[in-house]
């Protein structure tokens, strides 16, 4: 703080006819064109499969081992009432019936992720959706695979025209029809703890705030 005066000037803000400061720029995932020595398959799965990697990094070399896996794609359906569907199924890796949000493997050759998610709906919850909007893309595990998860906001929702028969975990889903806002406390609380929940939910209220307010979303796809 500086004083002249009597006027209060505190020098670490900007000053009449002082420079702007630049503007800084936007972070964003960089890309990496490492070069792979070796690749070895180690395991080959059902639905994905792992792999050690030997890569040329900096001034040597290290060994990865990750999931190879093929991707999905994950939809936040909210009716119009505000209210988020969410299913409830067997994990078994965390030995848990989790909170979800309909959501299904990109394991169909030539399927976008926005068929992927439409699909996934219709088979899973038996919906269909007028509006599609995408919400975000994220990688799960970035320390452990390479999968990517693309989700969507539906809207506009109605019965598909077929109920698709289900087994094994999806035998005895649970689905529940959840103000978004309590989804949100359910986040917090941590009693909603999948992680692709967590962000498809938080995206999708972000996004329906912004559309009250007149902010700025994507516009619809489908």
Avoid: C
Wanted: no cysteine; aromatic share 4%.
């Amino acid at each position: 703080m500086s004083s002249r005066g009597g006027d209060v000037t505190d020098e670490r803000m900007p000053q009449p006819g002082a420079p702007a400061a630049p503007t800084p720029s936007l972070l964003a995932d960089e890309p990496v064109d490492a070069a792979i020595v070796d690749s070895q398959l180690v395991y080959e799965g059902r639905v994905w499969d792992v792999r050690s990697d030997t890569v040329a990094y900096g001034d040597g070399q290290i060994v990865r081992q990750y999931v190879d896996h093929p991707g999905a794609a994950a939809v936040v359906a909210v009716d119009e009432d505000g209210k988020v569907l969410l299913i409830q199924q067997y994990r078994h890796p965390i030995r848990l019936r989790d909170w979800e949000i309909p959501a299904g493997l990109l394991d169909i050759e030539g399927e976008s992720p926005l068929e992927t998610a439409q699909r996934e709906l219709a088979e899973e919850v038996d919906l269909v959706a007028s509006s599609w909007e995408p919400l975000v893309s994220i990688f799960t595990t970035p320390g452990g695979n390479d999968e990517i998860v693309h989700l969507f906001l539906a809207r506009g929702l109605t019965p598909a025209d077929d109920v698709h028969a289900r087994e094994d975990e999806e035998a005895d889903i649970r689905l529940e029809w959840v103000p978004i806002a309590d989804a949100v406390a359910g986040i917090f609380a941590g009693r909603l703890r999948n992680g692709i929940l967590a962000v498809g939910v938080l995206a999708a209220a972000e996004r329906l705030r912004d559309s009250k307010t007149g902010g700025a979303g994507d516009a619809p796809v489908a």
